[in-house]
């Protein structure tokens, strides 16, 4: 299961959304994956059957770019530099590609196991 989430509850409240943006779009720049060229969907971490399921779900070129996102970030790791400005990912491409068909993973399990505890009552 994923964590639980506020956003829904922030994006509802305009007030608190103004307030909150700012903070999560300077957290964002401060983490630091946009500047190795990572998206945050590539912070994932893989361990779990779910994620697993989702990364063999992805199309053939989201997986490429995944697999090379990582290991471009890799190399910029070992060597200790960053990519150059134009090479970082910029916020307006930094889009979920992996958390959509997580949820939906989840949902199917979820649906799955509700129609494995289904209880028949006869009248």
């Known amino acids: 299961m994923s964590a639980p989430s506020f956003a829904n509850y922030v994006i509802k409240r305009p ?14 720049n401060a983490a630091g994956y946009r500047r190795l060229g990572l998206r945050a969907d ?10 697993q399921q989702a990364i063999k779900r992805l199309p053939p070129k989201d997986a490429y770019d995944r697999v090379f996102r990582l290991r471009r970030a890799f190399q910029c790791s070992l060597s200790h530099t960053l990519l150059p400005s ?3 990912t910029k916020p307006e491409e930094d889009q ?6 997580i949820r939906e993973i989840e949902k199917e399990a979820k649906e799955r196991e509700d129609l494995d505890n289904l209880v028949v009552k006869r009248r």
């Not at 007030?15 to 700012?22: D, H, I, N, S, Y």
């Not at 590539?42 to 994620?51: G, H, N």
């Open 42 to 51: 590539d912070l994932i971490p893989e361990e779990s059957d779910v994620v």
């Open 86 to 88: 134009h090479e970082q």
């Open 15 to 28: 007030w608190l959304k103004r307030w909150v943006m700012p903070l999560a779009e300077w957290y964002s």
């Open 96 to 101: 979920e590609y992996l958390s959509p068909i």
